[in-house]
T-cell receptor, first 113, second 114 residues
Framework: DGGITQSPKYLFRKEGQNVTLSCEQN?????MYWYRQDPGQGLRLIYY???????QKGDIAEGYSVSREKKESFPLTVTSAQKNPTAFYLC????????????FGNGTRLTVT | GDSVTQMEGPVTLSEEAFLTINCTYT??????LFWYVQYPGEGLQLLLK?????DKGSNKGFEATYRKETTSFHLEKGSVQVSDSAVYFC?????????????FGKGTHLIIQP
């Protein structure tokens, strides 16, 4: 079955360390997205990519970086510059058709202490 | 910019009660509207959608009608079950098709008691 795989489900890091969250999709979707979810704040867009080797900043890109070397993969790096990195991170993808819904992975919960 | 406003939660109901979760939006043009559901520890799943005014999306007993005159997309269900307990998100795409992602409301936590 096609879908989006995020790994790991839970991730723990010490403050000051960079950490990379994995997102892989086998849906052959063109566009991929990273959202951050915090209690009471809904989902906020970090970065998105509409094609390979191209990506754009979302609303809260500071302290994060991404790459899109392959269509299937869109890893997110949470750098030490991110002031409050503890959150639930969701990856999503979108086919090329207009007004299609986003497909989401099951998320990675990152805890930084 | 575009925005989505949902009623604050948590919303607590008894099993078999009628459910309404309000959603209003601000957007230019004619966005597509969505309701997503999130169960504990999981990602979001599409529940229903509507792409033009007066469209009604429906799925698993849930319904929502795209009301352009009131810029609303309220979620309703006639008889809720304990298994409906989850967080519900209203969202919209831009008129350009949403290639830059969706705009989400803050979510409404629904708790159904037996």
């Amino acid at each position: 079955d096609g879908g989006i795989t995020q790994s790991p489900k839970y991730l723990f890091r010490k403050e000051g360390q960079n950490v990379t969250l994995s997102c892989e999709q086998n849906l052959n979707h063109d566009a991929m997205y990273w959202y951050r979810q915090d209690p009471g704040q809904g989902l906020r867009l970090i970065y998105y990519s509409q094609i390979v080797n191209d990506f754009q900043k979302g609303d809260i890109a500071e302290g994060y970086s991404v790459s899109r070397e392959k269509k299937e993969s869109f890893p997110l790096t949470v750098t030490s510059a991110q002031k409050n990195p503890t959150a639930f991170y969701l990856c999503a993808s979108l086919p090329g058709r207009n007004n299609s819904p986003l497909h989401f992975g099951n998320g990675t919960r990152l805890t930084v202490t | 910019g575009d925005s989505v406003t949902q009623m604050e939660g948590p919303v607590t109901l008894s099993e078999e009660a009628f459910l309404t979760i309000n959603c209003t939006y601000t957007a230019t043009g004619y966005p597509s509207l969505f309701w997503y559901v999130q169960y504990p520890g999981e990602g979001l799943q599409l529940l229903l959608k509507a792409t033009k005014a007066d469209d009604k999306g429906s799925n698993k007993g849930f319904e929502a009608t795209y009301r352009k005159e009131t810029t609303s997309f309220h979620l309703e269900k006639g008889s809720v079950q304990v298994s409906d307990s989850a967080v519900y998100f209203c969202a919209l795409t831009s008129q350009g098709g949403g290639a830059d992602g969706l705009t989400f409301g803050k979510g409404t936590h629904l708790i159904i008691q037996p």
